[in-house]
């Protein structure tokens, strides 16, 4: 079974700067997707980025970008130019490239606070 | 473009009751809906996966005869939670995945709060 870590229950960040949040996962799975999703207060799930397996390329929206790791079994986002509204909770995720689609396997967290 | 709505967004019922928690896919057809629980500052955990026209798949653990879930049509899954307890207070979300020639992606409903009073 597949699993998705992550080790840093929160994070501080001072606006302007950059952050990483870490994301370990473990699958014997050689196609697959990862995904970090954004969840503020409203509890609204936003789609931060996606990564495919296949791609070593690592997928960047704006200022999210990830390091994806696929031998070490690791994908961390990184935050540059921190806002006050990137404050939220982050999930890391992942997702098998073939069967149920569109089920999730979450990591646990990282709230990640932003201080002005 | 397509969106994912659930209702109610929040409900109070008493102990002992029934209540019903809707997932419709709005502009796309989704053969397969997920049902996710959370709890205050934790991960979304999977409960089922919701099947069209046939039986839901649950994730070990998750109380099949507790949580029904009827996925009766393409845009419509329905989650009941049936003689709900105070420990069955949680935030609900279901998600659904539409699938185009560009890819598969998956949108979430805005979830629902359930307190058992």
Not at chain 1, 13 to 35: N, R
Not at chain 2, 83 to 92: C, K, L, M, V
Request: some cysteine; overall charge neutral.
């Amino acid at each position: 079974a597949q699993t998705v870590t992550q080790s840093q229950p929160e994070m501080s960040v001072q606006e302007a700067e950059t952050v990483t949040l870490s994301c370990t996962y473990d699958t014997s799975e050689s196609d697959y997707y990862l995904f970090w999703y954004k969840q503020p207060p409203s509890r609204q799930m936003i789609l931060v980025i996606r990564q495919e397996a296949y791609k070593q390329q690592n997928a960047t929206e704006n200022r999210f970008s990830v390091n994806f790791q696929k031998a070490a079994k690791s994908f961390s986002l990184k935050i540059s130019d921190s806002q006050l509204g990137d404050a939220a909770m982050y999930f890391c995720a992942y997702r098998s490239y073939s069967s149920n689609t569109g089920k999730l396997i979450f990591g646990q967290g990282t709230t990640l606070q932003v201080k002005p | 473009g397509a969106v994912v709505s659930q209702h109610p967004s929040r409900v109070i019922c008493k102990s002992g009751t029934s209540v019903k928690i809707e997932c419709r896919s709005l502009d796309f057809q989704a053969t397969t809906m997920f049902w996710y629980r959370q709890f205050p500052k934790q991960s979304l955990m999977l409960m089922a996966t919701s099947n069209e026209g046939s039986k839901a798949t649950y994730e070990q653990g998750v109380e099949k005869d507790k949580f029904l879930i009827n996925h009766a049509s393409l845009t419509l899954s329905t989650l009941t939670v049936t003689s709900a307890h105070p420990e069955d207070s949680s935030f609900y979300i279901c998600s659904a995945t539409l699938d185009s020639r560009s890819g598969n992606t998956i949108y979430f409903g805005e979830g629902s709060w359930l307190t058992v009073v």
